[in-house]
Nanobody, 114 residues
Framework: VQLVESGGGLVQPGGSLRLSCAAS????????MGWYRQAPGKQRELVAT???????NYADSVKGRFTIFRDDAKNTVYLQMNSLKPEDTAVYHC?????????WGQGTQVTVSS
């Protein structure tokens, strides 16, 4: 499974960004897809996931600000990030579970700074 991410960048606090992750397989063949992030000096952490059946899970730190959704026809999952904070700064990685094996995208940098 190949995952191609896009949409990172530099944004001011309170701003918005949308990340995209295009999968090389049908979303319905994947147990789930999601986003994780890793800030400098910290462990990778879950941000949001969406299962093939549409069940969504968010980290407490992003609830109410981030939204994960997908376009099944494009095999693409998105992460809409609103009300961004400096502590959201990290490399964001797309993840997919296919037959119990994790696949990862190359990562996209999100920097929230004034």
């Amino acid at each position: 499974v190949q995952l191609v991410e896009s949409g990172g960048g530099l944004v001011q606090p309170g701003g918005s960004l949308r990340l995209s992750c295009a999968a090389s397989r049908s979303i319905f063949s994947l147990n789930h897809m999601g986003w994780y992030r890793q800030a400098p000096g910290k462990q990778r952490e879950l941000v949001a996931t969406i299962s093939a059946g549409g069940v969504i899970n968010y980290a407490d730190s992003v609830k109410g600000r981030f939204t994960i959704f997908r376009d099944d026809a494009k095999n693409t999952v998105y992460l809409q990030m609103n009300s961004l904070k400096p502590e959201d700064t990290a490399v964001y990685h797309c993840n997919a579970d296919y037959t119990g094996i994790d696949y990862w995208g190359q990562g996209t940098q999100v920097t929230v700074s004034s």
